[in-house]
């Protein structure tokens, strides 16, 4: 199995994290990266650096404008009097300004909240530099699984909360669905992508809504008690064409290997049943009982069983980095997630 990463990941260092009314240091740190990727070498697979990808395979997923906002935005902002260290919203349009015909600001404090979901994804000099390396290393992940193989993207920072013109909890450039994205566009017919983050895969699931040609299936703790909050649910099945194509398996919080394997099972019969060409799988250690934001306590051995069960779907797949914040633990449980492709 081949890695892919960039080191270009490690220059995103973001550190405003608002949580409960608290401002917090950021957990989405550059040790993440090292943690993983020295268990990549510890396991003996070869880790190269992904190809410069075209700004096209970034825009099959994301809009012109959003993407300009991620790479020119920071100049407007260094140039504000007394800026933050960061960009980071103090307003969002709601509903009721958007019903109301709300349009995109001029000036870059009304941009960072108009291509921003929460406070959760502070933006940085470097923030568009590491994503778009992540974005690289999803698509040459995505090229390997085209050609019949499985490879994992060291991707960071991660994806899925990401939607095609807003970030969103530490996520800029989706990851996942630009993968997805890339194995039609290199012949899959169709392609399911398995979310296993502890987190729902929001940015994922709103970019394939509409989308019959795309399964979404997202693992994850209760949104009534976890973020992303608002979606995430059992309910939410798609619309027009992609009515039937999202599949959501929200757990309860602290559900443990148990609920959560059954419902990774759940998931791939799912995937069976869609009998796509190949798979793309957001690959999240949060889920783990050791995680500073823990919502579902999964054991080591649950991610080696969790391994075992998405790869006895035998399909080519691009495994795709997303959370998994505690940079003690998370080397070993890629290690055993792993073991079956090994």
Known sequence: MKVFWDPA???????????????????????RAGALLEACHAMGLP?????????????????????????????????????????????HPTPEMLANGAKPSATIVGQVGWYTADT???????????????????IAAAD?????????????????????????????????????????????ARVAVLDIDSHHGNGTQGTFWRRGDVLFVSVHGDPSRYYPWYVGHADERGGGAGEGCNLNLPLPLGSGDAGWLDAIAAGCAAIRQFAPDALVVSLGFDASKDEPLNALAVT????????????????????????GYNVQVIGDLLTHFLAPWR
């Open 120 to 138: 959760s994804c502070p933006i940085g000099p470097e923030t568009h530099a590491a994503a778009r390396a992540a974005a690289c290393c999803a």
């Open 144 to 188: 390997e699984a085209a050609r019949g193989w499985t490879a994992y993207a060291l991707a960071r920072p991660p994806g899925h909360h990401a939607y095609p013109a807003r970030a969103g909890g530490h996520c800029y450039l989706n990851n996942a669905a630009i993968a997805a994205e890339r194995l039609r566009a290199r012949g899959a």
């Open 300 to 323: 080591e051995d649950g991610f080696a069983r969790a391994g075992e069960a998405v790869a006895a779907l035998r399909l080519p797949a691009a495994l795709v980095q997303e959370g």
């Open 9 to 31: 990941g490690l220059r995103h260092d973001p550190r405003f994290f608002l949580q409960r009314g608290v401002v917090r240091r950021n957990f989405e740190v550059p040790a």
């Open 47 to 91: 880790v190269e650096a992904p190809p410069e990808c075209s700004d096209d395979a970034i825009f099959a997923v994301h809009q012109t404008d959003y993407v300009s906002f991620l790479h020119d935005g920071w100049r407007a902002w260094d140039a504000l009097p007394e800026r933050g260290d960061e960009m980071v919203p103090n307003i």
